[in-house]
């Protein structure tokens, strides 16, 4: 049905930069929603961003806000996480996620907004 790739982690040092993609594969499909989630060891999973396929909306969670930035590409099928600045607490494994339709009462940060998952990427940021 529909399989989402993410793709660009990596090692890099605090202060750098990062861009993650995730290609989105499936036949007729188009997100109502694509948002990006992270877990690190012995944590949560945690909200990063999210972007509105039909406005291009965008929304952050607080710890990225200025530093992270989410797009998407024409075509509607590449979701990109630009991540600038990094810092050590960012160390995580990078999730993205889709949202097939607009689900009324969720929160965008919540996780059982979204029905589709990658498998994950991993992010690690030295000091």
């Known amino acids: 049905q529909v399989q989402l790739v993410e793709s660009g982690g990596g090692l890099v040092q605090a202060g750098g930069s990062l861009r993650l993609s995730c290609v989105i594969s499936?036949?007729?499909?188009?997100?109502?929603?694509m948002g990006w989630f992270r877990q690190a060891p012995g944590k949560e999973r945690e909200f990063v961003a999210t972007?509105?396929?039909?406005?291009?909306?965008?929304y952050y969670g607080d710890s990225v806000k200025g530093r992270f930035t989410v797009s998407r590409d024409n075509a509607g099928n590449t979701a990109y996480l630009q991540m600038d600045n990094l810092k050590p607490e960012d160390t995580a494994v990078y999730y993205c996620?889709?949202?097939?339709?607009?689900?009324?009462?969720?929160?965008?940060?919540?996780?059982?907004?979204?029905?589709?998952w990658g498998q994950g990427t991993q992010v690690t940021v030295s000091s």
């Open positions: 996620a889709v949202g097939s339709v607009n689900k009324a009462g969720l929160s965008i940060r919540a996780q059982n907004r979204y029905d589709h």
């Open positions: 499936g036949r007729n499909f188009s997100p109502y929603v």
């Open positions: 972007i509105f396929w039909s406005n291009d909306n965008t």
